[in-house]
Nanobody
């Protein structure tokens, strides 16, 4: 059974940093593209970043240069390093993998506020 467990969210001041982690189980992690999404209150869920099995990355325009996605295949974990955080980054952040269908973690809350 596929399971994704996110961690690392919290409250941070504008300009601060957080690192999110997503531990995956039940899949051959190294062969799958992993994605981070976020959903702010009243907004649709949007993809923030992805990393392919080969390590190629892609980012939402508004986070380019501030966020970095990475993966550790030995630990079956994908990370999202978030720097220079802004209030508009406030959202629940979800890890995602597609294995015949979408699988989602439970989400981790990120709040950027002074």
């Amino acid at each position: 059974q596929v399971q994704l467990v996110e961690s690392g969210g919290g409250l941070v001041q504008p300009g601060g940093s957080l690192r999110l982690s997503c531990a995956a189980s039940g899949i051959m992690f190294s062969i799958y593209t992993m994605r981070w999404y976020r959903q702010a209150p009243g907004e649709q869920r949007e993809m923030v970043a992805l990393i392919t099995s080969g390590g190629s990355t892609n980012y939402l325009n508004s986070v380019k240069g501030r966020f970095t996605i990475s993966r550790d295949n030995a630990k079956n974990t994908v990370y999202l390093q978030m720097n220079s955080l802004k209030p508009e980054d406030t959202a629940i952040y979800y890890c995602n993998v597609v294995v015949m269908k979408d699988y989602w973690g439970q989400g981790t809350q990120v709040t950027v506020s002074s």
